[in-house]
């Protein structure tokens, strides 16, 4: 059986390692029912401006596409063990960007890891603390 990932979450920013903007919060709503998943996400830039962008998957391997930020994005979820894997391709700035996203809950179920690896933010890790 998967974990259940519902909740509010808020990153912990020290123990996060992020490129691009400087951001002063990111917080996480997920609503977690059978293999949907429907994500929102708020990220509070350092001049107060936010950034909203919501999603919904499938954690069945099945492709989705939905617009995200203007562009059209393809998405694949599944499960790998105790990880959930989104795995997402879309146009940015005129090249296909790839993103593999894996998302692991802790042992306690009150830390959410979002890690990039062997894709285009690899490296980028997003510490989560269940609100």
Aim: proline share 2%.
């Amino acid at each position: 059986m998967s974990p259940d990932l519902s909740g509010i979450w808020r990153a912990d920013l020290a123990k996060s390692r992020l490129g691009g903007v400087l951001l002063k919060a990111i917080v996480v709503k997920i609503d977690h029912t059978g293999p949907e998943l429907v994500v929102e996400v708020v990220m509070t830039k350092a001049d107060d401006t936010q950034d909203h962008t919501a999603f919904r998957c499938q954690a069945t391997g099945t492709e989705t596409t939905q617009s995200m930020r203007g562009a059209q994005m393809r998405s694949r979820t599944r499960w790998v063990g105790d990880e959930l894997l989104i795995e997402s391709w879309m146009i940015l700035g005129g090249r296909e960007s790839h993103f593999r996203d894996y998302w692991s809950l802790s042992p306690d179920a009150r830390t959410l890891t979002m890690e990039h690896r062997d894709d285009d933010l690899a490296g980028q890790i997003t510490m989560l603390e269940r609100v």
